[in-house]
Structure formats: C-alpha cells, structure tokens
C-alpha cells in the first residue's frame, strides 16, 4: 500500500539542513518516497519558506538546488482562492496552518499530514503525526 502524506514545510527543512535531532526521521520519509512505499505531498506556499529557512544554511546557489530537487522527489499542490477561503473559514488559531491543512484536503486519499508541530493541526480532520510517529505506525504493520 502507498501512503499519500502531506509534509509540512519543517520536516522538509530537517532534512535538507541536516537538523538533528530531526534529520533521521525525515529522511526515512524520503527513503520510502523513493522506494515507492510512500508519496510525499508538499504545498507551494511551503517552497518560499523552505527556500528562505534552507539559504541561511546553504546560500543561494546550493538552496536553489534543493528546491529543483524537491520538486522532483515530491507532488506540488497549488494553493488557489478555494484553499484560502476554506481556511478562513476554519478554527485553527494559524493562518498559515489552516492554509496547509485546506490543502492537504484536496489530495484525494490523502492518509495522514506530517509535522513536528502536531497541536498546529489539532482541529485537522486529517490524522496529524510526527514523522517518527509515521515511521513507528508502518513498522508495526510491515
């Protein structure tokens, strides 16, 4: 079975800067994106955060690099006026937030968002789990 999970732009960042304690568990996901276990979802909005968190580590060039590379190793999903207003209308307390989360409901089948920050999502109809918390739930079932 491949999981469809949208990843929040902080686990994209633990991987790509290398943030420790993070970056293991971030790039399993990644693994098991390649490996075909699993299909990363990103949203657009998340590029520009990555991009601007990334350079401070990395500098322009070699950031760059890694959002060519995301977007090839992830899905892209638009964020459009529909998006935005469903996360107007929405309860949670983080606009950006809200955003991510009306996104990830466009993505037919979507299984779980994953994050290190949880209680963002805690009014998300979607499960909400930590990459380890990800990686622990596919172990017990493999």
Known sequence: MEYKLFIDSDVVIDFF??????????????ELNEQ????????????????????????HKKTLEVIETLTEMTEIIGTTKAELVEALKSNFSDFED??????ALKIKGIDAIVTRNTKDYRNSSIAVMTPLNFLKLIEKEG
């Open 17 to 30: 800067t290398d943030r420790e304690p993070h970056a293991n568990p971030a790039s399993e996901l990644f």
């Open 36 to 59: 075909g276990t699993i299909k990363l979802y990103l949203s657009a909005l998340s590029i520009n955060n990555i991009y601007y968190i990334v350079r401070k580590f990395l500098g």
């Open 98 to 103: 809200s955003v991510q989360h009306a996104s």
